[in-house]
Structures are given as C-alpha cells and as structure tokens.
C-alpha cells in the first residue's frame, strides 16, 4: 500500500496545483510514470505486448480497488475522538466515481459478457486506447467501441440503480 | 440474464444504434418482433447512453489522484455545523491546499480561519508527523506582520489548521487595480519584510510568498498568511534522492512531478528543482515589489512552462521601476541565489539613490535552537561538528532511507561520523549499497546493484567500513570484497563459505570477519587466505559467531555468540593471530544482538553498544583491561533488530544511528484447523500482539503507529462492521492488550511515565485510563484475565529474576503477588477456563516448554500458589492457550507447528499426547484463537517495503552524562 499513496499522491498533487490548463503533457507522463511505477511490469514475465496490457489493466485495477476499499473503510470512522462532528453534512461519494461499487457492478457484468468487462477494464483501468484495446482483444476498433458504449450503459444503469435502492451501505 | 440473451441484446443495441434516432424506435419493434421485454431492455440501455458519455472517459487512476486531490466530497460542511468547540460560519474560499471557513471559536469567543487539509494529506502520515511537529513552530511565530496560525485540529479522519481570520483585500487585488505610489509600496514592503525577517530568524521559509498571500486589513496592517505551509507539501527532501532517472522527474519545471508554489513567483532555483530555502522568499519579495510598483506582472505568463521559463531566462525592464527602489528589487532578482540579497532586516540600507557595488551584503543569521531540528540546520551542526565538538548538547534528526529497505536491511556509519551506507531496494527493483553524506544529504549508490546472491531469508548481509572511512567491506556472492565509497569497482579479497554475518577492519589492515557456517576468521585488507579465528562450538550449544568489532589496541575484538543455551549465548572477547581453541570463553556480556564498540574521546574507556530487549543500552568498558565498568546505560528505545543484527551503528566521534522495529508487517489471517486460510482481518500492519474480546466480535491490536514508527498503540477492530478505532493516544508504547472477562475493558501496559504500568480502560464508554498496576519491575505485559473476573494474570520482567509470573488480585486491595517466580524465564500465563489450572511458558529445562500447575489459595490467607506442575509439551513449546471449553490446549512448538493437546481438568489434570495441527507460515506473529478452538488468528508476515527513517544523533554520550 506505501507505493500505491505514493504513487497517487504524487499525481494528486498535480492535480491540486495546476494554474493553467497546459499541464496536460505532463499529466499524461506522470500518469505513464506512475502506472509504470505502480504495475512493475519489470517483475512479470510477458509473452507479447497484448499480454502485457492484459495483465497490467489487471493489476492496476485490483492496486486502485484495494486502494479505494481501504479508504472507504477508514472512513466509516469509529468512536467519538476528542472532538465530535455534529450537525456536518457528508456527502459520500457519487456513483459514478465510486470505484469500489464500480469494481463490484464490472464483476456482475463479467459474469454475463467477459469481455465487454474486460474492455471496461482495459480502458478505464489500463487507460489503453480503442486501437490498442482491440490489438490486446483481437477485435476490431469499431467492435470495442460499440462495446465500450454499451458496457458504460449497463453499468451507468447497473449503479443508478443500486444507489436508488439504497444499497450503499 | 444468460450470456445468449445479453448477447441478443448487445447486437440489438449495435444495430439500433446505427440508426437515426427518430428511426430507431421503428427498428427496434420490427426486429425485437413483439418481445417486449427485450426492447425494454434494449431501450433502457439507450437511454443511458447520452449519460454514460462522461462516464469513465478518465482513466481511473486519474479519478482516484484528483479525488485525493479534491479531498473526496465528504467535506462539504453546512454553516452552522460543528466541529467541536467551533461553529462553521461560511466557506471563504477554497485554495490548493483545501477548503476555508470563517468560524467561531465558541471558546474564546473569536472568529478564525479553518482550513480543512484533504484526506490526501491526512493520510500521508509521514507528512502529517512532519506536519505536526512543524506546526508547533509555525504556531510560536507571533508577529503582527504574520498571520498566526493557533493550532491543528482534528476529528473523525478530519483535520483543520485553526488561523487567524485576516480579512481585507490582497496585494493581488491590488496590482490587479494598477500600479501604487512608492510611499505605499514601500510601507507595505516594510511591513512585508519584517514578518519574513521575523520569521526567517526563527527558521521558517514561506517558500511561496505571493500577493494572493499577504492581506492589508483595515486598519493598514500587513499580514503575511500560509507561513511555512508549503513546505510539508513537498516531496522528498532531497530531490535527487531518487536515483531512477526519468524524464518527468528531471523536467525542470516538476519538482518530483509536482510544481511546489506558484511559477509565477518562483526562484529560478526551485524552477529547477532545487530544494528552497530563505533566498526563494527574497527572490518571491523582489517579484511582489516589482508587480507592486507596476501594476502588472513580472513573470506570469500564458502557461506554466512560459512563466517558468520567463524566470529562468527573462531580464525585468528595470526602467519600469523608480530610481529608489531599484538597487534593492535588483538585488532581490539576482538569479544566481549565491549573489542574492540574503536578509531582508536591512533592506532600508538599499534605497540609497546611488548604489554601490561594492557594498558588503548583510551577514547571514545566526540559527536558533529551535532550527537545529530541522534537517538543513543540522546540516550546518555537522559542518561545525567536524571542525571542532559542538556544545555538549545532543542533537537529534531523521533521514530518510532512499528506496526502500526491507526488514534488516543492513546500515553502517562511517567511523568519521560523515557517511551513513545502508543497503536498500532501489526503484528499479534491485538491492544496492548506498552511501549517504551527511552534511550535504547527497546520496549515491555505490554499485550498479548489490553483487550478493539472495541468502539468509533474502536479508542482505551486514557490511563493515574501513577505520580510514574510505572503503567498505562487504559479501559479494561466495566472496569477501572491499569497495571504495569514491567509486570503481569492488576487489574481491578471499572466499566465503555461507554467509558474512559482520566484520571489522583494524588500523593494521587486518579485517575480521563473521562466516556463519564456521565461526570469525582473519583476512588482510589487501586479499589472501583467511585463518581460522574462532569455531562454533557445538558442545555449548553455540550456532554462530558473528558481528565482531574492533577494540582500540586493534588486537582484540568483541563479538558475539549466539547459543541455544542462553547462559553460553552473548559478547566474548577475541583476539588475533590466536588458535580457536585458545580463545577466551568467558562471557562478557549478556545479549542477544551483536555488539559495536564505540571509543571514547579520551582514552581508555569506551562503550559496548547492545540491545536489550529491544533497548538500545551502553555499557561502558575498559578496553585496555578488557573490564565492564559499572552498569549499562539506556540509550535509545525501540531499536529494531534481525536475529541477531542490531539496528543501530556508531562512529568513534559521538554519531549514533538507528533505526526501530516498525519493518515487520502482518497481515492477520484466520485458519482453520487444518492450515487453510478462512479470512484475513484489516489491512497489513507491524502488529506486535492482539486479543480477542470475550465475545469475539472485537480484536484489540497494538501497533506501531504509522505516523511516528517508534511508537506503539492499540487500536480496535471491529470485526462486524470492519472498522478500527484508536484506543490509546500515548506518545510512548502502549501494548499488549487483555480484555476484562465482562468484555467491556481493556488491560494494556504503557510507558508514559517512562516504565511501563498496567491501565484499565473501558472499551465502549470513552472515559480515563485508570492507572491499575505500578510494578518495579523493568517491564509488565498482562497476559490473561480468569474468567470468574477474579484475577489478573501477568509477567514481569528484572534484572534477577528475568520474567516471572504475577498474580494481580481483583477484588480486595489490589495487591500483586508473585505466582511463579525463579531465575528462569516463566511467561505467558494463562488461566484455564474454569480457573483452577494455569498454562505457562518456562525455560527451566533449558528451552521454553510449555507446563500447567494448578492454581490454588494457599495456606497463608489471601495468597494464592502454584501446584506440581506437568509438562505438557515435548520438544519445545511456546504461547499456551486454552479452548473455552477447557478440553483442549493449544501450543505453539519449537519448529512453528500449531499443537493441540487433549486435556481433562475434573479432579486431576491429565493430558494426552500433543497433536500436531498444521505448520504455521514462516516469521508468524502469534494471536489468538476462537472459543471453539476451530479458528485461529495468526499474523502472516507481509511482503518487506519499510521506510522508517534513521534518527541520528550528534554527540549522544553527552545525553547520557546528563541523566
């Protein structure tokens, strides 16, 4: 976990002090730097390129998962410390940047079409392009946008309608 | 939903979508052909479409960086909210560093400034202990030209700066309506560089002085706000600490990929990268005057890459500025740091009309004692220390290791007092040596990697310096080899059998060094073949020879053998050129860490440094008469160790380092009886020990904290709801926690009042410690509270008697008795269920075995004795516990298996055979078990990546003297 907050603690400070909007070059270069950094391809043993997205898409999912679930449980904060939050309104995080309620609603959709999740994954987790996406897929890019579109609905739909039911817990 | 279906309903979807809107409704009932149910399933997807068009466009890892940026929305307070004594007034504005309110202090009855620092701060703990610390001076800096900052707050995962509430408009608002008068100018830059004078004498840096900084309040007043603020935003210390090279990070305009102030007002020097100190604020001051004297700005430009380049290259048009006023923003705006004005106390001197070149600059501060805590300060105090000894006052910092050592990674200081080398996982990966200047806190390694195959549990073995400071000697693969800290390539000097556990170089080039699979052998510094100093002695039970070192008449040397047999295991005395079977084996010293001898300034008399328990203690030692002088003295706490590696080292000038046990992680983890995992409990931390509460829906722990490593504490998890609470808030250690048999308090022991006492805590109902128990023994850890609530069971720890068992009585006056008390090690006791039959550990035969004796009032009234005991375990037996039933105990042996041993307890105690359960994992940490005994709790070591920081300490003998 120390690397992960390192690694996004590096980015977050980034984002907390950008002045002009011409930061974007770096952004992509530190986002590189960090996921590099993050995944340690180094250490895996990779068969081709497409393999290596794969695994990586996977991995840093799992690192931002585990990451956001440990957050959420810290927050849920036990006992009354020295001084006490009365009367504060906390708002908790919308569903659409909820990872952990995201990563769960993907392990749904996985379980009735791998690999429109494994698009979500390899995109949203991977931050691989539509052409590298269908090179790792062996589809065609028209093919993974269309899957892209849909799997965003289904889980567009899927976490509107948990939050609707109150199912956060 | 079957797969087949959904496919149906995704080509459905590709198809509508090729379709124009207004057709797509007809296209969809002629293929869905009636099946209303998935047309509705088609259309519903589509209508989520246009939504989902934002949705996920930014990869996640992006999210979850701006998310800690933002600090999450769970920060959105109402007016009228509060925050303990304060009331939430209305939100003044949000800034880079987190979100500001106007609120009242209902307890003061004024209004403040609080600022709500992001979680992403929060939870960097490191930076929050720094914070911390930071914050207390920060808080000591009064100054009307200062904004004062009262405190720092926090709740419930939130934290608040307390400031003063500074209203008015700023000098940004200002430039922005145009340029101002000089007499303006000039008050406000008298005012301006006063707060920065006051508070750079007291050793606080802005590092982002800006206009949006700095307030004029009604009544004229200037006030400079955010002192000293950014600088726990920075990254590393040192920037070049990180030796992976890449392009992002040698970027000029990143600084560790974070841009740190405001390019606009940013030296030349932190555009660089470098690190800022006092002259940046100057620079920052000269930018203000001139934007001041202006009406416009100096350096800004379209993007931050343009500023940042226009400060570094651009030549401010000083026609713009006034005659008067010129030499001095001149002087400001020197790029080259070196050449710039340095203290702005005597800025007046520099509106002469006519400069002069020549004119001497103001000599530079003195530093107060209160800046020798920082690291750049000690720096100078290392300048100095070298040159001639300090004033007798210890100083003490941190530095941080680069890369990351994993538990016993091994450290050394150089005998100059200069370097500190320390074997650590760079990023790429692979295990280096480094070496660590400690006045310019340049760090570099000192090989491409570490030339050492993986052995002893992937630890990298302990190296040794040369006396001459030049050289270190080190195990690179099957051979002894000796580098130089200037560079070039290690000369090999002879092989190895096994593993160098340490070694020490003399004066006569002669090094000595420890093969674990033989004993100490002598080499020359030059290379040659070793001779056979001393051989592991297998009929006292001796397993290693190891960590030796050198005293003063270069011949002798101390070292230490470790033994089954802990009457044979400590620090021997060695010599040269002296057959194995002729060495002394007389033991010197009792210790199970390997010792370092430091000389002392004047001759003679020097310092053995050892652990004890985890104490870093001195004994002072003739080395000429080879005589121990007097008892030892505690030094340090919480210093860590591996086996029988201390972590700490010295030079022979009165630098000490050392670094504390936080490096072992657990992740606690559920087994079943068969070994198999069943669940794990919380994230991995340096757990040391845990207890179930009665009703097993709890788990107290004590750990070290993360946000000060030297520092334990227990914390409770709630195993229902996956929550963890703090529950003590000592500075000092805080551990081994008990439940009460109710369940509803907790028993720890606590060092607070410098030894360590048992207090009670409630564990639901937030109140007091009640101190419980005021033992005089060294060290107290409660062990088992009896069911019926009737007794505390514990062990104390002394010098004599080493660990006994103790019986603290509940109910009348609370007065401790010895139970178990002898010259052997007897621990862990725990009562059975139905309180008549004690389990214990005890070493009496010579290793730790595992007994139970029954626990009966003795013929003496209101004592209480142990019976006959019976041995239980065979072979070896540690950590007792019983089943709540009482029908079983279980043990841990001597080679890590989980034992289980049936026993019947109705009149006479009996117990079977001892049953062999599962091996537990390699470097276990012992928890606790479930009442059934179906499940256990372990802590299973978590992957190595530890970077508690060295403390370093100048000139440490002096802080023992003084005690």
């Not at chain 2, 320390?422 to 310019?440: H, I, M, Q």
């Not at chain 2, 070039?488 to 003399?506: E, Y």
Request: glycine share 8%; charged share 25%.
């Amino acid at each position: 976990m120390p690397l992960v907050y390192k690694e996004l603690h590096r980015l977050a400070r980034h984002y907390m002090f950008r002045e002009s909007p011409g930061h974007t070059l770096q952004t992509s270069a530190l986002v590189n730097e960090a996921y590099l950094r993050l995944v340690d391809a180094k250490n895996v043993n990779f068969k081709n390129r497409a393999h290596f997205f794969g695994v990586s898409a996977q991995l840093m999912r799992q690192i931002l998962v585990d990451f956001a679930r440990s957050r959420r449980s810290q927050k849920r904060g036990g006992d009354a410390q020295v001084i006490s939050l009365e009367g504060a309104l906390m708002v908790s995080p919308a569903p659409r940047s909820d990872l952990v309620a995201l990563d769960d609603a993907l392990k749904t959709l996985a379980s009735i079409d791998p690999r429109r999740s494994r698009v979500v994954e390899l995109r949203f987790f991977g931050g691989l392009s539509v052409e590298e996406s269908a090179e790792v897929l062996r589809v065609s890019p028209e093919t993974v946008m269309h899957d892209w579109k849909l799997a965003k609905a289904w889980l567009l739909r899927d976490l509107s309608v948990a939050k609707g039911k109150g199912n956060d817990a | 939903m079957t797969p087949e279906y959904w496919e149906r309903v995704a080509q459905l979807h590709r198809a509508a979508l090729q379709h124009c809107e207004t057709e797509r409704s007809g296209f969809l009932s002629a293929a869905c052909g009636g099946d209303e149910e998935l047309r509705g399933e088609v259309e519903s997807l589509l209508a989520y479409d246009k939504d989902a068009n934002g949705f996920m466009e930014e990869p996640a890892l992006e999210m979850v960086a701006k998310q800690l940026a933002e600090g999450q929305a769970s920060h959105t307070h109402r007016s009228g909210a509060k925050l303990g004594y304060f009331e939430i007034l209305e939100p003044l504005g949000a800034g880079g560093m987190g979100e500001v309110y106007r609120a009242r202090d209902s307890r003061l009855n004024r209004e403040v400034a609080l600022k709500f620092l992001p979680s992403m701060f929060t939870d960097d703990v490191e930076r929050m202990a720094r914070f911390r610390r930071e914050a207390q001076v920060l808080a000591s800096l009064n100054h009307p030209n200062v904004g004062s900052i009262y405190g720092l707050e926090e709740a419930n995962g939130v934290t608040v700066l307390v400031l003063e509430l500074v209203e008015g408009p700023t000098l940004a608002d200002c430039i922005d309506r145009g340029a101002m008068p000089v007499q303006q100018v000039l008050e406000i830059a008298r005012q301006v560089s006063d707060a920065v004078a006051y508070a750079h004498e007291r050793g606080v840096t802005h590092r982002d002085l800006k206009p949006a900084n700095i307030k004029i309040t009604n009544d004229g007043t200037v006030k400079v706000l955010d002192f000293g603020l950014a600088k726990f935003l920075d990254g590393p210390e040192d920037p070049r600490s990180d030796s992976s090279v890449s392009p992002v990070f040698t970027h000029p305009i990143t600084l560790d990929g974070l841009i740190v102030g405001t390019p606009a007002y940013m030296s030349p020097e932190q555009a660089k990268g470098l690190p800022a100190d006092k002259r940046a604020d100057i620079w920052a001051f000269g930018v203000i005057l001139y934007e001041l004297l202006t009406g416009s700005h100096l350096f800004r430009r379209d993007t931050a890459s343009d500023t940042l380049a226009a400060v570094l290259k651009d030549e401010p048009d000083w026609n713009k500025l006034p005659q008067t006023v010129r030499s001095l923003v001149e002087r400001c705006l020197e790029k080259d740091r070196k050449r710039r004005l340095r203290d702005l106390g005597d800025m007046h001197l520099l509106l002469e009309t006519t400069p002069t070149p020549a004119r001497k600059m103001p000599v530079w501060v003195a530093w107060s004692a209160v800046a020798v805590l920082l690291v750049a300060a000690a720096c100078l105090a290392l300048l100095n220390f070298r040159h001639k000894p300090l004033a007798a006052t210890p100083v003490q910092f941190q530095i941080s290791p680069s890369g990351t050592m994993s538990h016993g990674d091994p450290f050394a200081l150089s005998p100059d007092g200069r370097h500190l080398a320390f074997a650590a996982t760079g990023s790429d990966g692979r295990v280096k040596l480094w070496v660590r200047d400690l006045e310019s806190l340049e760090v570099r390694s000192l090989s491409d990697s570490y030339p050492v195959s993986v052995i002893r549990n992937r630890v990298v073995p302990p190296f040794f310096w040369s006396p001459d400071s030049r050289f270190i000697g080190f195990q690179a693969g099957l051979k002894l080899a000796k580098i130089g800290i200037s560079g070039g390539p290690a000369q090999m000097l002879c092989d190895v059998d096994g593993t160098v556990v340490g070694g020490s170089w003399n004066r006569e080039d002669v090094i000595v060094f420890a093969e674990n699979t033989s004993g100490l052998k002598q080499v020359s510094a030059a290379g040659g073949v070793p001779t056979q100093l001393t051989r592991i002695d297998s009929s006292r039970k001796e397993v290693a020879h190891v960590l030796p070192s050198f005293l003063p008449d270069g011949n002798h040397f101390l070292y230490l053998r470790a033994s089954s047999n802990r009457e044979n295991s400590g620090v021997y005395v060695g010599a040269l050129n002296v057959r194995p079977e002729e060495q002394d084996s007389n033991r010197l010293l009792e210790t199970t860490s390997g010792p370092v001898y430091v000389p002392s300034s004047d001759s003679g008399v020097g310092q053995i440094l050892f652990l004890r328990q985890g104490t870093l203690m001195a004994q002072p030692f003739d080395g000429d008469r080879m005589k121990l002088l007097g008892d030892p003295v505690r030094v340090a706490a919480q210093v860590g160790s591996f086996i029988d590696y201390g972590f700490f080292s010295a030079s022979n000038n009165g630098v000490l380092a050392y670094r504390s046990s936080a490096g072992q992680n657990y992740q606690l983890t559920w087994f079943d009886r068969q070994g198999k995992i069943v669940g794990t409990v919380a994230e991995p931390g340096a757990y040391n020990s845990m207890a179930l509460s009665p009703n097993e829906k709890f788990l107290a722990v004590s750990r070290t904290n993360p946000e000060s490593t030297a520092n334990w504490d227990v914390w409770l998890l709630d195993l229902v709801r996956y929550t963890s609470t703090r529950f003590t808030y000592d500075q000092v250690r805080a551990t081994f926690p008990v439940w009460s048999a109710d369940g509803k308090s907790i028993v720890f022991g606590s060092m607070r009042s410098g030894k360590v006492h048992l207090y009670l805590k409630s564990a639901s109902v937030p109140g007091d410690e009640q101190l419980w128990l005021k033992s005089t023994d060294a060290d107290v850890y409660a062990t088992n509270w009896s069911r019926d609530g009737r007794f505390l069971l514990y062990t104390g720890e002394n010098q004599d008697t080493r660990s006994d068992l103790w019986l603290l009585p509940l109910q009348s006056d609370r007065r401790p008795s010895p139970l178990l008390r002898t010259k052997f090690n007897e621990s862990s006791g725990q009562f059975s269920p139905d309180g008549h039959w004690i389990a214990y550990t005890s070493d009496e035969s010579g290793r730790d075995e595992i007994y139970v004796a029954e626990f009966s009032s003795a013929s003496v009234e209101g004592a209480w004795e142990l019976g006959n005991k019976s041995l239980i375990s065979k072979g070896g037996g540690s950590s007792p516990k019983w089943r709540g039933d009482g029908r079983e105990l279980f043990y841990v042996a001597a080679d890590g298996s989980l034992m289980s041993v049936e026993v019947k307890t109705k009149k006479v105690f009996e117990a079977g055979a001892p049953k062999r359960l599962f091996q537990l994992p390699a470097g276990f940490l012992a928890g606790d078990i479930s009442a059934n005994g179906n499940r256990f709790l372990i802590g299973v070591p978590a992957a190595p990546g530890d970077t508690t920081p060295f403390t370093v300490v100048l000139n440490w003998p002096t802080a023992l003297e003084a005690r």
